[in-house]
């Protein structure tokens, strides 16, 4: 009875997302709802909580806005929540009606974590206080915490996870790999970048590990919008300017699923995944259902699953923390300085998943149905 409720809650889960998905197409999405004052163990508040999330066109997102809607109105808390399309002024236009809305906390995933100081200062005035979702804010005073999974780690096991499977520590190479960040604008694009490159580099340095491109910079492999149509196309330009003839291409480094997506379409386009020219190691990061299906059919090697629902529920409990008055805990107040202060905050631990261990993390924990995964 209880898996039965389980996968009821996830069949619900999957069809919220789709139905935000569904309407994304119209722009960016807005939800608000007041469910009055009742709680459900927590405070008795009726103040509204806005939730500012990035783009609904990439699956987690999606997850993240309705866990934190879920969780919150079962709080007592009125909840609005929107999604700006990946659209900086669209995200800043929206936090300002929150504000004028009367929401009295913030919950912002930023798509530029470096363009919401006005904003933010529009926020305090109001004294409206800020959790960053995710992704830390920069250069503003006016964010109180930030809660997130270790991007540096996320970065760390992507680089640890090809570096296993292609046996680097066993001394064997050299191989050909090419290298994928994320959007500039997203300050956990470079921690993922440097998690995975302080695995790496002493092998390309070594000459184990190649880079045929020559592209290692930061600034050269990143992806702006962590667009999955510029990763295949920028896969497309490498394979064929690079990985002609007996080339063989062994590992890509992709930061998260949108961009291993993409990759793999190019892989796929390319006459990748035969006997002799098999689908090089490929990283990833979200366990999206795509991906997690392209992991079951061999195509991408990995993911790195972040549980949205433990990342909301922290959320919540720092938000209720603050509505109550009292301090949130965080367990982390010394590395993430924003550019004008070191913000307070939670990191999660990130699980890395492959086809051996994805039906123990991602389906016996009810994140997805087994059906989900067909
Ligand atoms: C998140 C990743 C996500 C990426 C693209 C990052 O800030 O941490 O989980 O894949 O944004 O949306």
């Not at 009875?1 to 919220?16: E, Q, R």
């Given at each position: 009875?209880?898996?039965?409720?389980?996968?009821?809650?996830?069949?619900?889960?999957?069809?919220?997302?789709?139905?935000?998905?569904?309407?994304?197409?119209?722009?960016?999405?807005?939800?608000?709802?007041?469910?009055?004052?009742?709680?459900?163990?927590?405070?008795?508040?009726?103040?509204?909580?806005?939730?500012?999330?990035?783009?609904?066109?990439l699956q987690r997102?999606?997850q993240?806005?309705?866990?934190?809607?879920?969780?919150?109105?079962?709080?007592?808390?009125?909840?609005?929540?929107?999604?700006?399309?990946?659209?900086?002024?669209?995200?800043?236009?929206?936090?300002?009606?929150?504000?004028?809305?009367?929401?009295?906390?913030?919950?912002?995933?930023?798509?530029?974590?470096?363009?919401?100081?006005?904003?933010?200062?529009?926020?305090?005035?109001?004294?409206?206080?800020?959790?960053?979702?995710?992704?830390?804010?920069?250069?503003?005073?006016?964010?109180?915490?930030?809660?997130?999974f270790?991007?540096?780690k996320v970065g760390?096991m992507q680089g640890q996870y090809l570096?296993?499977k292609?046996?680097?520590?066993?001394?064997?190479?050299?191989?050909?790999?090419?290298?994928f960040?994320g959007?500039?604008?997203?300050?956990?694009?470079?921690?993922f970048?440097?998690?995975a490159?302080?695995?790496?580099?002493?092998?390309?340095?070594?000459?184990?590990?190649?880079?045929?491109?020559?592209?290692?910079?930061?600034?050269?492999?990143?992806?702006?919008?962590w667009?999955s149509?510029?990763?295949?196309?920028?896969?497309?330009?490498?394979?064929?300017?690079?990985?002609?003839?007996?080339?063989?291409?062994?590992?890509v480094l992709s930061p998260n699923d949108s961009l291993a997506i993409g990759i793999v379409?190019?892989?796929?386009?390319?006459?990748?995944?035969?006997?002799?020219?098999?689908y090089?190691v490929l990283t990833g990061q979200d366990c999206d259902i795509a991906d997690v299906k392209a992991i079951i059919a061999g195509q991408q090697s990995m993911s790195i699953f972040k549980d949205t629902?433990?990342?909301?529920?922290?959320?919540?409990?720092?938000?209720?923390?603050?509505?109550?008055?009292?301090?949130?805990?965080?367990?982390?107040?010394?590395?993430?300085?924003?550019?004008?202060?070191?913000?307070?905050?939670?990191?999660?631990?990130p699980v890395y998943v492959d086809k051996s261990n994805y039906e123990d993390i991602l389906v016996?924990?009810?994140y997805y149905?087994?059906?989900?995964l067909?």
């Amino acid at each position: 009875m209880k898996k039965a409720k389980g996968i009821l809650a996830s069949l619900l889960a999957f069809a919220t997302v789709i139905s935000f998905s569904a309407c994304s197409k119209g722009g960016g999405g807005t939800t608000s709802k007041a469910t009055g004052t009742s709680s459900a163990g927590g405070s008795s508040t009726s103040h509204m909580i806005g939730v500012s999330m990035p783009t609904q066109s990439l699956q987690r997102w999606n997850q993240d806005g309705s866990n934190m809607e879920k969780q919150l109105e079962a709080k007592g808390y009125t909840v609005e929540l929107q999604y700006a399309n990946n659209d900086v002024n669209t995200q800043v236009q929206q936090i300002e009606n929150m504000i004028t809305k009367g929401c009295k906390v913030l919950v912002i995933a930023a798509i530029d974590g470096s363009s919401l100081t006005d904003a933010l200062d529009t926020a305090k005035k109001n004294d409206c206080k800020v959790i960053a979702y995710d992704r830390l804010i920069m250069k503003t005073p006016n964010v109180d915490y930030y809660a997130s999974f270790d991007n540096y780690k996320v970065g760390t096991m992507q680089g640890q996870y090809l570096e296993t499977k292609l046996g680097l520590k066993d001394g064997k190479g050299p191989f050909n790999i090419e290298i994928f960040g994320g959007d500039p604008g997203d300050n956990n694009a470079k921690y993922f970048y440097n998690g995975a490159m302080d695995v790496l580099n002493p092998y390309i340095k070594s000459g184990k590990l190649v880079v045929q491109s020559g592209q290692t910079d930061f600034a050269k492999v990143a992806i702006t919008n962590w667009t999955s149509a510029t990763a295949q196309n920028r896969m497309d330009n490498l394979i064929t300017s690079k990985y002609t003839g007996n080339t063989k291409l062994d590992a890509v480094l992709s930061p998260n699923d949108s961009l291993a997506i993409g990759i793999v379409a190019s892989l796929k386009s390319n006459g990748f995944g035969t006997d002799s020219k098999p689908y090089p190691v490929l990283t990833g990061q979200d366990c999206d259902i795509a991906d997690v299906k392209a992991i079951i059919a061999g195509q991408q090697s990995m993911s790195i699953f972040k549980d949205t629902r433990l990342l909301a529920a922290k959320v919540v409990s720092m938000v209720d923390a603050m509505e109550q008055g009292s301090t949130p805990e965080t367990n982390n107040t010394t590395d993430y300085n924003n550019g004008n202060k070191v913000v307070p905050t939670e990191l999660l631990s990130p699980v890395y998943v492959d086809k051996s261990n994805y039906e123990d993390i991602l389906v016996k924990s009810n994140y997805y149905t087994a059906d989900q995964l067909k």
